[in-house]
T-cell receptor, first 113, second 112 residues
Framework: KAGVTQTPRYLIKTRGQQVTLSCSPI?????VSWYQQTPGQGLQFLFE???????NKGNFPGRFSGRQFSNSRSEMNVSTLELGDSALYLC????????????FGEGSRLTVL | TQLLEQSPQFLSIQEGENLTVYCNSS?????LQWYRQEPGEGPVLLVT?????EVKKLKRLTFQFGDARKDSSLHITAAQPGDTGLYLC????????????FGKGTRLSVIA
């Protein structure tokens, strides 16, 4: 079974730009969660989607948004990038929503200059 | 405020030594998970503990969930360089539709 695939792996943007990150979950998994990982704050929950519906949302500004498609693939978008948005963005899939085992991708490392 | 506090933040030990890392909270968790993350990769689940007082073993790793389900520990016996990585605890306060919250992690380095 293929694992969670995130693209792109690395990207560099400048302040004010926007970025879209993509996540393909493990086949059969309907839940996709997004986390932001930084050295200072660790992993912080962004949002979770299940069957194309946002089930949970973390404490991030509205510049952070996401969506899930009918094939369970998910995208997250960050608009008007700030320097502080530089981080590793991790996507995780699971069979069910909630607190079951999460299978993480390798992440998308975003650098904002 | 961090819901899950992990200690120590950093740990550097020699191969063959034993170590314990801790995950503490003032909240009660319905379950707690431990993940290990290696450089350039996402976290990988090691174990899930559900019952207060539960002890689980995974080869040289021993995980314990506190009786009150507010804390957990991970003990590694005879650490090896392959144990190097970031150890993360993650918990869910309510079972069901709540996201996992993560501690900031303990970065372990085992020197040969």
């Amino acid at each position: 079974k293929a694992g969670v695939t995130q693209t792109p792996r690395y990207l560099i943007k400048t302040r004010g730009q926007q970025v879209t990150l993509s996540c393909s979950p493990i086949s059969g998994h309907r839940s996709v969660s997004w986390y932001q990982q930084t050295p200072g704050q660790g992993l912080q929950f962004l949002f979770e989607y299940f069957s194309e519906t946002q089930r949970n949302k973390g404490n991030f500004p509205g510049r952070f948004s996401g969506r899930q498609f009918s094939n369970s693939r998910s995208e997250m978008n960050v608009s008007t990038l700030e320097l502080g948005d530089s981080a590793l963005y991790l996507c995780a899939s699971s069979e069910l929503t909630g607190s079951g085992e999460l299978f993480f991708g390798e992440g998308s490392r975003l650098t904002v200059l | 405020t961090q819901l899950l506090e992990q200690s120590p933040q950093f740990l550097s030990i020699q191969e063959g030594e034993n170590l314990t890392v801790y995950c503490n909270s003032s909240s009660v968790f319905s379950s707690l998970q431990w993940y290990r993350q290696e450089p350039g990769e996402g976290p990988v689940l090691l174990v899930t503990v559900v019952t207060g007082g539960e002890v689980k073993k995974l080869k040289r790793l021993t995980f314990q969930f506190g009786d009150a389900r507010k804390d957990s520990s991970l003990h590694i016996t005879a650490a090896q360089p392959g144990d190097t990585g970031l150890y993360l605890c993650a918990g869910s306060i309510y079972s069901g539709n709540t996201p996992l919250v993560f501690g900031k992690g303990t970065r372990l380095s085992v020197i040969a």
